[in-house]
């Protein structure tokens, strides 16, 4: 996963890694943060590719439901659901249309809600 140049899984950017003008140093600073961040997520990711598709789904899915079927501490099991998601939604990120951003958000978003109102409820 290391830059954008010559990578076969990835197309490379318009007009290379950083632009000609502008701030190169944001740029690259940027771009090393990003590349530190996949090369840590690589071993995780390696793994999880190796599992049949529906297993990551299943095991998501069934911490949501544990998490609200389990009273008290419940909220954690969504919590850690949705730091799964938002470590995938991350990575994912720069090849996502906006519209498949928008809908992995709004999912993150809603399972923010439920951690809140489980965490923090009424009585």
Do not use: H, K, Y
Not at 8 to 17: E, F, K, Q, S, T
Not at 49 to 54: C, D, V
Not at 67 to 84: D, K, N, Q, S, T
Request: net charge positive.
């Amino acid at each position: 996963m290391g830059g954008d140049l010559g990578s076969p899984n990835r197309p490379p950017r318009p007009g290379g890694p950083c632009p000609a003008r502008g701030r190169p140093v944001r740029c690259s600073l940027v771009s090393t943060l990003r590349e530190s961040f996949e090369r840590v997520s690589l071993p995780a990711l390696t793994r999880l590719s190796a599992l049949p598709r529906f297993v990551p789904f299943l095991l998501v899915l069934g911490l949501i439901v544990a998490g609200v079927f389990v009273p008290g501490w419940g909220w954690a099991l969504i919590l850690l659901a949705a730091l799964v998601l938002l470590w995938i939604l991350a990575l994912a990120w720069p090849r996502l249309t906006v519209p498949e951003r928008m809908m992995r958000v709004a999912v993150v978003a809603m399972l923010g809600a439920v951690i809140v109102t489980q965490a923090f409820p009424r009585t």
